[in-house]
């Protein structure tokens, strides 16, 4: 039988904790604790869809096991943006149409925060390497793309307004 083992982790700004087996991913911990935004795809690190920011790095949250985020932040699609105040990602996505069926969304905006977090004016190329682990089988990437140059031009307007 499985050892079982308690760990505590701030999930969006709240405290949460988990009591998980060894063997069990943080995709499936959290899935299980009703954090469905966080999607699954491949289960084997190759379609970003379970992406979430730890500590706020992006990873594959069904790479990485649950035992290992003991006392780690953990940000998902629900955690950027406010209540009544999208993150220009989330605006731009709509805006440009990049979002079709939506399954992919959450990780492509996740692994898109993480970007423009450190660099506010990605180029094209910079950008499809932020996201090169994030499939998508609706968009053929183009307006993805498009979306998160619209939010990086969002977030540098907001910057010099303020
Ligand atoms: S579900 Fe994690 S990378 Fe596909
Ligand atoms: S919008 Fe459908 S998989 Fe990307």
């Not at 053929?140 to 793309?145: E, K, N, P, S, V």
Request: charge should be negative; proline fraction near 4%; hydrophobic fraction near 40%.
């Amino acid at each position: 039988m499985s050892k079982e083992k308690s760990i505590n982790v701030n999930v969006n700004g709240k405290a949460v904790e988990l009591v998980v087996p060894a063997h069990r991913t943080l995709l499936e911990a959290l899935r299980h604790e009703s954090f469905v935004e966080i999607k699954c795809g491949c289960e084997k690190g190759d379609c970003g869809a379970c992406a979430v920011l730890l500590d706020g790095e992006p990873v594959d949250s069904c790479l990485t096991l649950a035992w290992h985020v003991d006392g780690c932040e953990v940000t998902t699609i629900k955690g950027i943006g406010q209540p009544g105040k999208a993150d220009p990602l989330q605006e731009a996505f709509i805006e440009t149409g990049a979002a079709q069926c939506g399954y992919c969304t959450p990780g492509m905006i996740v692994a898109a925060k993480s970007l423009l977090t450190d660099n506010q004016n990605p180029s094209l190329a910079e950008i499809k390497r932020a996201l090169g682990g994030n499939l998508c089988r609706c968009t053929g990437y183009t307006r993805i793309f498009e979306a998160v140059l619209l939010a990086a031009r969002k977030m540098r307007e907001e910057g010099e307004a303020a």
